[in-house]
């Protein structure tokens, strides 16, 4: 039940801040429908419910973002990993996640200092030929600082923030309540799948607290990338880094915004956007391991039209048959088949209701919109946002990983078309996926998946008869259960409950009702007066348990 899930006090206060903060932004009927204020008000918690005026005129994905702003980091991370799900929410609602800026005010050198100390095994100083105490850059995790190594070499400190694990577990720990709540009390919110969500944030946000796991992201890719790529990744030092500090070498370049400064350097726009598409469509096409997070703010554009890449905590994974998925799907809406289209969206959406002939119909408008366009004419940009509008109104969630490439293609075209207005992002990636198509469907690969399947099949078939024996045993030893869950049936459960406790404080009040009448009424030989203050005392208990009765309906039937 709700209150089980909220009976952690320690869950209690933090979960008032987000009411109050839902309810000041004018989010209030969301702290309704999800049954967060009923819990709170049985916990003795009281909610202001007076809305700021100036704030509840902004639109709703304003309000949210702000909201996001408010409740800090974990929160702040949570709209950027929204901001990646173009299958869940509208252009509007991920233009303003995508305005979430993690910054955070700097820590001071004074508290870095002993953790750090703690991780180098000595004095930081002594470590280290120089460190600057003013930092680069402050983020919710973690602040860069610059340093240098005694052999003369510029690196960077990457350290993270004191205490910040146990703030983010307790965060995590009570948006995991908080999307059991929504699943079950607002069942008009469930297409969202926010248990889902949330368990992949906090998969994702752990990993982002691990520099260890960026560090070894930052060599894979860096080992993936061809030498004449013109990426370059910098060089971790494993002597000094561990899970709460990365080392890695400083780049000195243009940062990503600063796209003038990149002309008046006499870089060439269009060399440098041709090679980071390419660099990256072979990352998520070839390797299927590839930088998930490749925004302005995570590249610098360095001499010789290089590019640098920054920041690996956020990277995306595809495996071999999930990257022939989206190659053939590319090839389906070039090729015109809203068959192969349709199905393939269907196997990416797993668990999903939809009506199969309605999607396909949607298809073929889609892929007609597009047909005969040139490839220098195609906005991937807006052909993934119509596609995925297709998926939201059909409510097809996509898998993570998908959901990444996807949000990284659009970064990468705006990015190109930012650098060059005449950047053709179709264009660079039809031979990638061409190849990605051929190497699949090559004879040896073919003749590997073959084998695979046989194998497969033939220890399906040796295994069945032990299976089935294994199976009839337990059926005769009574040992085979079958659990059958209704929802509605809870709901009716519930409510049959909530009936008797009202029934319950009915018969009581009732009782003290008849009985403080009778007891003020008793005359006694010796004129004592207590039995007259027992009887007002029942009364008054009375009179409470009625309106709390009152309440408790009335509040039931709001909640309702």
Known sequence: MLWQALSA????????????VLIRYGFGDVVQRIGMAGALERAGKVLHWKEAEELARLKPPARARRVMEELGPTFVKLGQVLATRVDLFGPEWLAEFEKLQDHAPAVDWEALEPPLREDLGGDPFEVFAGIDREPLAAASLAQVHRARLHDGSEVILKIRRPGIRPVIEADLRLLKRLAEIIESEAPDLQHYRPRLLV????????????????????????QALEEDSGIVVPGVYWDYSGERLNVQDFLEGIPGRDIEAVRAAGLDCHEIAVRGTRAVLRMILDQGFFHADPHPGNVLY????????LDFGMVGRLSDERRHQVAELLMGLVSRDPDLVSRILIDWSEGSQVDEERLRDDVIEFIDHYHGVPLRQLDVSAMIGEITAVLRHHHLVLPADLVLMLKAFITLEGMGRSLDPDF???????PVIEEVLRHHYSPVNVARRLQRGISDSVKLLGSLPKDLSRLLK???KGRIEVHVDITDLKDVGNRLDRAASRLTLGVVTAALIIGSAIVLNVQTDDGAASLPLFGLMGFIGAALGGVWLLFSIWRSGKDD
């Not at 006090?9 to 109050?20: T, V, Y």
């Not at 053709?424 to 039809?430: F, I, K, N, P, T």
């Open 424 to 430: 053709d992002m179709a264009g660079e990636a039809a």
């Open 9 to 20: 006090a320690r869950d209690l206060g933090r979960m008032q801040d987000i009411a109050s």
């Open 474 to 476: 337990m059926a005769r």
């Open 199 to 222: 368990r992949q944030f906090s998969q994702s946000l752990r990993r982002e607290l691990d520099f260890v796991a960026e560090c070894r992201n930052a060599e894979r890719i860096a």
């Open 302 to 309: 360095l001499e010789n039209n290089r590019i640098g890449l």
